[in-house]
């Protein structure tokens, strides 16, 4: 789960990356970006609510720290942050599935709220999204 939970948020932004590419060559100057946190850890997912209004949902420690994270990849300068916890998980896979997964390097520890230890964070060594990119050079002049 960790290792597929990595490698799905590269190949979202790869995705957006080549969306956004094909805007830019029908001459469309806006950029589309996105923030992703990846943790890993249980979490209980399930339909809630009354029967007049049913709603899926997921709920969760493992939850509220992705969520965390990626409030955080602004300003981090990331597009993706994932959590030690994972990268760890994904590491300790040390076979076939995990030999494709994209580099990653440790950018140290963020504080979050809701907990009392400081969190390592991760990103891809090679940040795929220009337009995250471009988006935080807007960002830093305005």
Known sequence: PATAAIRTAYRLQQ??????????????????????????????????????????????DVVNTASRLESATKAQGQAVLISGACVDAAR???????????????????EVRGREERMRIYAFAEDCSEAWQAYLEASATS
């Open 15 to 60: 995705r957006l990356d080549e969306h956004n590419e094909e805007r830019r060559q029908k001459g469309l100057k806006t950029h589309l970006t996105m923030g992703v946190g990846v943790h890993f850890g249980d979490a209980l997912a399930g339909t809630i609510g009354s029967t007049d209004r049913m709603q899926y949902t997921v709920v969760g």
């Open 92 to 110: 300790a896979r040390r076979d076939a599935e995990t030999s494709d997964l994209p580099e990653l390097f440790e950018k140290g520890s963020i």
